[in-house]
Nanobody, 114 residues
């Protein structure tokens, strides 16, 4: 059974930083994060493919940075200059390289408030 675990999140003031982490027990074709704010649909904000290609939603470009370690099957999301509108539950997401099965983390709350 594939293990897919995320960690991080919390409460931070506007302009602050947080770091999210995600770890899989098998090789992933891509890893990234979605977020879901209250009353809104879940949206893809960043995805990085095994070959290096990366997608960022415009709203987070220049503020969020994803890094991955293919050998360790891990990903990290560094979130800087956080804004109140970044408040949401963040879900790590990935697709297994061999089976193409998709996996989700348990979700972690990020709250940006003064």
């Amino acid at each position: 059974q594939v293990q897919f675990v995320e960690s991080g999140g919390g409460l931070v003031q506007p302009g602050g930083s947080l770091r999210l982490s995600c770890a899989a027990s098998t090789s992933m074709y891509y890893m990234g994060w979605y977020r879901q704010a209250p009353g809104k649909l879940r949206e893809l904000i960043v995805r990085k493919f095994r070959g290096g290609s990366t997608f960022y939603k415009d709203a987070v470009k220049g503020r969020f940075t994803i890094s991955t370690d293919n050998a360790k099957n891990t990903a990290a999301l560094q979130m800087d200059n956080l804004k109140p509108e970044d408040t949401a539950i963040y879900y790590c997401n990935g697709q297994e390289f061999e089976t193409e099965n998709e996996y989700w983390g348990q979700g972690t709350q990020v709250t940006v408030s003064s």
